[in-house]
Every structure is written in structure tokens, then in C-alpha cells.
């Protein structure tokens, strides 16, 4: 048996045939390494349907390299011996094997990187880390983009990359926008009338079969106090359904995507989303494809400009974005916590049990499908958080928990810098804080609500418009200075002392879980 030249290192969020680590593979005297281990699932209280959704794609995926020839050593979750972390499962099988060199594809985790590195460094084993072509732009690249600015606005990086991969631009002069606009916001996002969505095209399900009841059998037995359910657990983990789920999404829900992007209606998850960035960021799909997609959708007249530039945002612009603030600033990036915020996670969050509906409905379908849309993370979810003041890596380590579109790459940033402010403005011009009242505007939820969004003291308060008026209070200094915030902190002016310590004392109530925290009988 010859010698074994490289060992490919393939983690869960790398399933990609076409991944660069492949390039010079050679059946003969290289193979692939993969490994299911607990740490992966333990080292944050990992839920259920985010730990069945790696675990059945990686399966998938096994059975793909075997098709195409490619040797492989997977170590199962369940097979005896299994050293239960991916640097002690890398160390166990090298000792066995004894590669040359090993071979990776950039990973989307910092900390993942350097237990791989620790294990080749130990073993004094060569590791050659390829660039991951899934992406547009690569490090560097935003790297160069960032040199010398002191704030990182996806606005202007999303506008080079229009221009440098001619994404939407007018034929007639290539540095212009399709339709004169960058962005088309003011036809986009609205909400849906009372009669609410209509019949909205059904999710693009797949029934598990063999390979993924065998794991969630497995994640039921082994994680049985995580959090999550598996009943409807329907994700595509395979590439052959998630290219079927972006066929579903082009041809059923772009040409209203744009328009309802922000939108949300209580009981219904899926609404007018893609439902596709899980199957993007395990590497199920290329951006490539997905943009060529969308745009041929617009090309065609399938599909309204303002639809497809608000979809292309997503993915050429902020996706693309935020893989480079997070390789750009880590690993300091998460220790970040500009605004001092202390306050414990409630317990909730695992579990849904509170009475404010926006809340209960995001949490409980997060913790049903592990899927929210954005403006539930960013603006229930996150915005919550943001106000009570929680510190901003318990809110990270939430987030991701929970999802399972959530790899460290594209969720720290999201969190910490996005939904959180914890970075101090380097992502975002503000804090993106709100009154119950946007909710209102956005979604019925207040309709059945204990709570009125137009209070902000007394028993039928809206949390998040108490929370909004005491979070302005606690960094008015701070706020002060930001002239996006200047309306809103002229508006705290109107308020007098009295009103002031109304506000403190209701939100004292609630960080100490008085209020909002649980169902009442």
C-alpha cells in the first residue's frame, strides 16, 4: 500500500465536490478526513435540528466522495473510540495513518483553525490551507478594501463587488446600477395588510430518509436535553435538494421577496425567504449559482428588479461582508463589548416560555425548525437582547446555538457587531433600537399581545418600548454624539425626572425577570 501523501481535512461546513483542497487529489496516495465529535454539539448547548442538519449533510456527503472515488476515514459520532473533539480525533487517526501533509480548505471558525494548526504543529506534519473559492472575494481582498477606513459600511463594499463581478449594472455604462439605484428599500419591505400573507407557496421540504432518520435517532438519544424538535425537521442535505430548494425559491418566492423581506406573521415561518443560506454556508451551494439565478429570474421578467437587487444584497453584499469583518478582526472580535452590557440571557430564550407573542412566536419556531428570518433575529430576537443590556457573547453563543444556518463566520459578526453594537460602530452606523412599535408596524403580533407598544410605563407596558426609552437613558452621553441618533435622544430630552424613574424602575422589573418572562396562568 503506497505511502499516504495528503490527508484531506474536511469539516461539516466544507461540502463541496469542487473545494480547492481537491485540486491536485490523486486517488492513489491521498484521502479525505472527516469526523462527527460531541464537542461540536457541547461546546455551546447545540439544539437538536442544527447538530441533526451537519450530522445528515456530512453523511450525505460521505456517500458523495465515495461515488466519485475518493477515499475516505470518517469517524461517527457513535463508533467506539471516537475521541470526541475534532483536534484529539485529528490527532488519534494521523497516528494511524501518517500523511505527509495535510490539506484543508479555509475553515469558517477562527478557533477551529488553530486546534487544526496545534495538531500539525505538534506532530511537525506540513498544513497547507487552500483559499475557499465558495467565496467572491477572499480575505485579502476585503483586507485591501478595508486598509485605512476607520468604519466598515457594507454600502460601499457591496458597490465594489457589483462593479467587479458586473452583477446588475447597466449595459450601457458598466459602473452604473441596473435601474439607476443601488438599492430599491423604498419599493421593498413592506408590510403585509391585515388580511395578512395570503396563500404563500408551501416550504420546500425533504421527507429524511434512511441516512437522516438514522441521525436523528442518534441526536435524540445522545442530546436528549438540548434544546430544539425534530418533527419537522425537512432541511436539503444533499446537493441535489438544495439545488432543488433554489429551483423552488427563483421560480415561487423571488418576485415577492423584495417586497416582503422585512415582513413577519405569527405561525408562519417561512413566508417569501429563500430558506437557502444553510445549504450555502455548509457549501451545499455556490453564491455563483445562486446569483446567476436571481438575475436570469430578472432577465426573464420573472422576477421584479427590486426583488433581485434585494436578494443579490444578501449575497453578494452583506454575506461576502461579514466573512470579511470577521477574518479581519478576529480573534479580538468576539471579546468586543463596547457598551458595557452585563445583564444574563434569560432562561427563556431556551425555551420560549414568555409572554410578550413576538417573542414567543420567534423563539418557538426557532427552537421548532432552527430557522428565524432576519428581521426576527435582528429586530425580536437581537433587538431584545440589545436593550435588556445582555452581555454580548451570551447572545452570540445563542444565536450560534440555535440556527442551522449558524457557522461562526457569518454569526458572530451578525450578532456581536450588527445586532448587539457591541463593536462600537465598526459594522453599523447605530444601534439598531426600537419601541414595541415597530413591531406593530411590521406584524399583527401586538394585536393579541398582553402588552400595549404605545406604553412605556405602567402594567400593560411594552417591554421593548420600556426597554427603547431606558436604553436611551443608560448611554445618552454615548448616543449623543452619533448625529444618526440625535432625533432619537431629543426625544429622551422631553422626558422628566419623574418619567425617567418610572421607566428605570419598569426596567429593573423586567431584567429581573418580573415581567415578560414567563407565560402567566
Same mark, same amino acid.
Given at each position: 500500500?503506497?505511502?499516504?501523501?495528503?490527508?484531506?481535512?474536511?469539516?461539516?461546513?466544507?461540502?463541496?465536490?469542487?473545494?480547492?483542497?481537491?485540486?491536485?487529489?490523486?486517488?492513489?496516495?491521498?484521502?479525505?478526513?472527516?469526523?462527527?465529535?460531541?464537542?461540536?454539539?457541547?461546546?455551546?448547548? @447545540?439544539?437538536?435540528?442544527?447538530?441533526?442538519?451537519?450530522?445528515? !449533510?456530512?453523511?450525505?456527503?460521505?456517500?458523495?466522495?465515495?461515488?466519485?472515488?475518493?477515499? %475516505?476515514?470518517?469517524?461517527?459520532?457513535?463508533?467506539?473510540?471516537?475521541?470526541?473533539?475534532?483536534? !484529539?480525533?485529528?490527532?488519534?487517526?494521523?497516528?494511524?495513518?501518517?500523511?505527509?501533509?495535510?490539506?484543508?480548505?479555509?475553515?469558517?471558525?477562527?478557533?477551529? #483553525?488553530?486546534?487544526?494548526?496545534?495538531?500539525?504543529?505538534?506532530?511537525?506534519?506540513?498544513?497547507?490551507?487552500?483559499?475557499?473559492?465558495?467565496?467572491?472575494?477572499?480575505? @485579502? $481582498?476585503?483586507?485591501?478594501?478595508?486598509?485605512?477606513?476607520?468604519?466598515?459600511?457594507?454600502?460601499?463594499?457591496?458597490?465594489?463587488?457589483?462593479?467587479?463581478?458586473?452583477?446588475?449594472?447597466?449595459?450601457?455604462?458598466?459602473?452604473?446600477?441596473?435601474?439607476?439605484?443601488?438599492?430599491?428599500?423604498?419599493?421593498?419591505?413592506?408590510?403585509?395588510?391585515?388580511?395578512?400573507?395570503?396563500?404563500?407557496?408551501?416550504?420546500?421540504?425533504?421527507?429524511?430518509?434512511?441516512?437522516?432518520?438514522?441521525?436523528?435517532?442518534?441526536?435524540?438519544?445522545?442530546?436528549?436535553?438540548?434544546?430544539?424538535?425534530?418533527?419537522?425537521?425537512?432541511?436539503?442535505?444533499?446537493?441535489?435538494?438544495?439545488?432543488?430548494?433554489?429551483?423552488?425559491?427563483?421560480?415561487?418566492?423571488?418576485?415577492?421577496?423584495?417586497?416582503?423581506?422585512?415582513?413577519?406573521?405569527?405561525? $408562519?415561518?417561512?413566508?417569501?425567504? @429563500?430558506?437557502? @443560506?444553510?445549504?450555502?454556508?455548509?457549501?451545499?451551494?455556490?453564491?455563483?449559482?445562486? #446569483?446567476?439565478?436571481?438575475?436570469?429570474?430578472?432577465?426573464?421578467?420573472?422576477?421584479?428588479?427590486?426583488?433581485?437587487?434585494?436578494?443579490?444584497?444578501?449575497?453578494?453584499?452583506?454575506?461576502?461582508?461579514?466573512?470579511?469583518?470577521?477574518?479581519?478582526?478576529?480573534?479580538?472580535?468576539?471579546?468586543?463589548?463596547?457598551?458595557?452590557?452585563? !445583564?444574563?440571557?434569560?432562561?427563556?430564550?431556551?425555551?420560549?416560555?414568555?409572554?410578550?407573542?413576538?417573542?414567543?412566536?420567534?423563539?418557538?419556531?426557532?427552537?421548532?425548525?432552527?430557522?428565524?428570518?432576519?428581521?426576527?433575529? %435582528?429586530?425580536?430576537?437581537?433587538?431584545?437582547?440589545?436593550?435588556?443590556?445582555?452581555?454580548?457573547?451570551?447572545?452570540?453563543?445563542?444565536?450560534?446555538?440555535?440556527?442551522?444556518?449558524?457557522?461562526?463566520?457569518?454569526?458572530?459578526?451578525?450578532?456581536?457587531?450588527?445586532?448587539?453594537?457591541?463593536?462600537?460602530?465598526?459594522?453599523?452606523?447605530?444601534?439598531?433600537?426600537?419601541?414595541?412599535?415597530?413591531?406593530?408596524?411590521?406584524?399583527?403580533?401586538?394585536?393579541?399581545?398582553?402588552?400595549?407598544?404605545?406604553?412605556?410605563?405602567?402594567?400593560?407596558?411594552?417591554?421593548?418600548?420600556?426597554?427603547?426609552?431606558?436604553?436611551?437613558?443608560?448611554?445618552?452621553?454615548?448616543?449623543?454624539?452619533?448625529?444618526?441618533?440625535?432625533?432619537?435622544?431629543?426625544?429622551?430630552?422631553?422626558?422628566?425626572? !419623574?418619567?425617567?424613574?418610572?421607566?428605570?424602575?419598569?426596567?429593573?422589573?423586567?431584567?429581573?425577570?418580573?415581567?415578560?418572562?414567563?407565560?402567566?396562568?
Amino acid at each position: 500500500m503506497p505511502k499516504l501523501r495528503n490527508l484531506i481535512v474536511v469539516l461539516g461546513d466544507q461540502l463541496d465536490l469542487e473545494a480547492s483542497a481537491y485540486d491536485n487529489f490523486d486517488a492513489r496516495v491521498d484521502a479525505v478526513w472527516m469526523a462527527e465529535v460531541a464537542d461540536e454539539s457541547t461546546r455551546v448547548l @447545540s439544539s437538536r435540528p442544527r447538530i441533526v442538519m451537519f450530522l445528515a !449533510a456530512m453523511r450525505h456527503f460521505a456517500l458523495a466522495l465515495k461515488a466519485v472515488n475518493r477515499p %475516505l476515514h470518517y469517524a461517527q459520532l457513535d463508533a467506539p473510540g471516537n475521541q470526541g473533539s475534532l483536534a !484529539a480525533q485529528l490527532k488519534a487517526d494521523m497516528e494511524r495513518l501518517r500523511p505527509a501533509r495535510l490539506v484543508m480548505t479555509e475553515p469558517g471558525d477562527w478557533r477551529v #483553525l488553530q486546534a487544526i494548526k496545534a495538531v500539525a504543529d505538534a506532530s511537525s506534519t506540513p498544513l497547507e490551507i487552500c483559499e475557499d473559492r465558495h467565496f467572491l472575494s477572499s480575505v @485579502s $481582498d476585503f483586507a485591501a478594501h478595508a486598509r485605512g477606513r476607520k468604519s466598515l459600511r457594507m454600502e460601499y463594499f457591496y458597490r465594489e463587488q457589483r462593479r467587479r463581478h458586473s452583477v446588475l449594472m447597466d449595459p450601457q455604462n458598466e459602473s452604473a446600477p441596473l435601474g439607476g439605484k443601488w438599492n430599491f428599500d423604498a419599493e421593498n419591505r413592506e408590510a403585509f395588510g391585515a388580511a395578512g400573507p395570503g396563500e404563500v407557496p408551501p416550504r420546500c421540504a425533504f421527507k429524511p430518509d434512511a441516512v437522516t432518520r438514522k441521525v436523528i435517532a442518534l441526536v435524540e438519544g445522545r442530546f436528549p436535553q438540548h434544546p430544539g424538535r425534530l418533527e419537522s425537521f425537512a432541511w436539503p442535505v444533499t446537493r441535489a435538494q438544495a439545488l432543488q430548494s433554489l429551483s423552488a425559491f427563483v421560480k415561487e418566492r423571488l418576485p415577492q421577496f423584495g417586497r416582503y423581506q422585512d415582513a413577519m406573521w405569527p405561525g $408562519d415561518p417561512w413566508l417569501y425567504h @429563500s430558506h437557502l @443560506s444553510a445549504a450555502l454556508n455548509l457549501k451545499l451551494l455556490n453564491p455563483r449559482e445562486v #446569483l446567476a439565478a436571481a438575475v436570469a429570474a430578472y432577465e426573464s421578467g420573472h422576477a421584479p428588479l427590486a426583488s433581485v437587487e434585494g436578494f443579490v444584497r444578501q449575497i453578494l453584499g452583506w454575506r461576502e461582508y461579514v466573512r470579511g469583518i470577521y477574518w479581519t478582526q478576529m480573534p479580538g472580535y468576539l471579546e468586543l463589548n463596547t457598551l458595557g452590557a452585563d !445583564a444574563d440571557l434569560p432562561e427563556w430564550y431556551w425555551t420560549g416560555d414568555t409572554d410578550m407573542a413576538c417573542l414567543r412566536d420567534a423563539i418557538g419556531q426557532t427552537l421548532t425548525h432552527g430557522y428565524a428570518n432576519h428581521i426576527q433575529r %435582528l429586530m425580536v430576537t437581537g433587538l431584545y437582547a440589545l436593550m435588556l443590556g445582555v452581555q454580548p457573547k451570551q447572545v452570540h453563543a445563542w444565536y450560534l446555538a440555535v440556527y442551522v444556518d449558524a457557522v461562526e463566520w457569518v454569526e458572530l459578526p451578525n450578532t456581536l457587531g450588527m445586532s448587539q453594537y457591541a463593536d462600537g460602530g465598526l459594522m453599523g452606523s447605530k444601534p439598531y433600537v426600537a419601541t414595541g412599535k415597530y413591531i406593530e408596524r411590521m406584524s399583527p403580533h401586538c394585536k393579541d399581545c398582553r402588552y400595549d407598544p404605545a406604553q412605556r410605563t405602567g402594567e400593560r407596558a411594552c417591554p421593548f418600548t420600556t426597554l427603547y426609552w431606558n436604553f436611551l437613558m443608560r448611554h445618552e452621553a454615548t448616543l449623543a454624539k452619533n448625529p444618526r441618533m440625535a432625533l432619537q435622544v431629543k426625544n429622551l430630552a422631553r422626558m422628566n425626572a !419623574a418619567q425617567r424613574q418610572e421607566v428605570a424602575l419598569r426596567a429593573a422589573a423586567i431584567r429581573r425577570g418580573e415581567v415578560g418572562g414567563a407565560v402567566h396562568g
